[in-house]
């Protein structure tokens, strides 16, 4: 999939394209069912591109804490989208000048570049300067450039829309079954092995101490059930896990932190890069009265864990 930066205009492109429009936070069921729609409507020689937007408006403009981070990591989303079969990714910077842009100029400068077939966007789509302009304004722009527009109905789940505001509240309250469900796969962040403390190998419990995720919105701390990929050169391994997310006030931890515990694993990862895929709240983050009491209740989460997964259960 090539991928096109963008800071002013997107250059110019001679292929016939299908384009969807919008920031594609997490690639949840609705954004694939746009994909669905343009990979059933492409034609020979057609391309499916994505105008995707790099930081989310109420971030960028009124600096609203909730929109700073996303579900999925700009890696992620490329990941996904090449997965989905999209030729080409627009990687918009969106600003407070890019904000300014009118819905006319956006569609007859920035979308008049890319020799462009249809677009296809979801019915609450809006877009120009103080988003004043729907998908009956978009349709009649587009029709002036001989644009034809798709406009599908939001896909719902429990007779709720799916949006990335509700997955991304579910993820900070825990709720990682809700979450599976709107994204169709489970919550993952991907990052780097680094150095801890060792003080989980001192208890008996080695942790992966995962950094370079402050991109990820941040589960409510506690202890989750997962799933760990290891990622080798050529290939993965997969490792069910107990994930720790929070602040670790048992041994006065200040920061946000991420630890998983691999079961049935011994190796060094030190250095690997990781994906930790949440799949069930287990319980929420605790202060204990020191590290035997902390050490006991790492051993019951080993056994509620193992009970779940169905795995035998180790006893002393």
């Known amino acids: 999939m090539e991928t096109i930066e963008v800071t002013a205009l997107p250059p110019a492109s001679t292929k016939p394209t299908t384009l969807l429009i919008g920031k594609f936070d997490g690639l949840h069921l609705g954004h694939q069912q746009l994909l669905n729609e343009a990979n059933t409507l492409r034609e020979s020689g057609e391309e499916i591109a994505v105008f995707g937007f790099s930081d989310h408006p109420l971030w960028v403009l009124k600096e609203d804490s909730k929109y700073e981070k996303s579900l999925s990591s700009y890696q992620d989303k490329l990941h996904l989208l090449e997965h989905a079969s999209v030729d080409r990714y627009y990687h918009i910077y969106f600003t407070k000048e890019y904000a300014q842009i009118t819905p006319e100029q956006f569609v007859r400068e920035q979308l008049g570049q890319l020799n462009l077939t249809r677009v296809i966007v979801g019915e609450g789509f809006q877009f120009g300067k103080g988003r004043n302009a729907d998908v009956r304004g978009l349709a009649n722009l587009c029709k002036e450039q001989g644009i034809s527009v798709i406009t599908l109905p939001h896909v719902t789940f429990d007779n709720e829309k799916i949006s990335s505001t509700e997955i991304r509240n ?41 950094a370079e995720i402050e991109e990820y919105v941040e589960p409510n701390p506690g202890v989750y059930l997962g799933v760990v990929e290891v990622h080798y050169e050529k290939s ?27 079961l049935d694993f011994s190796g060094d990862l030190y250095g690997r890069n990781i994906t930790v895929k949440y799949l069930r709240f287990m319980r929420g983050e605790e202060n204990f009265n020191g590290l035997d009491e902390l050490v006991e209740n790492m051993k019951e989460d080993e056994r509620n864990a193992r009970q779940i997964l169905g795995l035998d259960i180790n006893e002393e």
Request: charged share 20%; aromatic share 10%; net charge positive.
């Open 170 to 210: 579910n993820v900070a309250k825990g709720r990682m079954e809700s979450v599976q469900a709107l994204l169709g796969r489970p919550f993952e962040t991907t990052g780097v092995v680094v150095k801890g403390e060792a003080l989980g190998r001192q208890l008996g419990f080695p942790t992966l101490n995962l």
């Open 236 to 262: 993965s391994a997969h490792y069910f896990s107990l994930i720790s997310a929070g602040y670790r006030p048992t041994v006065n931890g200040e920061t946000y932190k991420v630890e998983a515990y691999l």
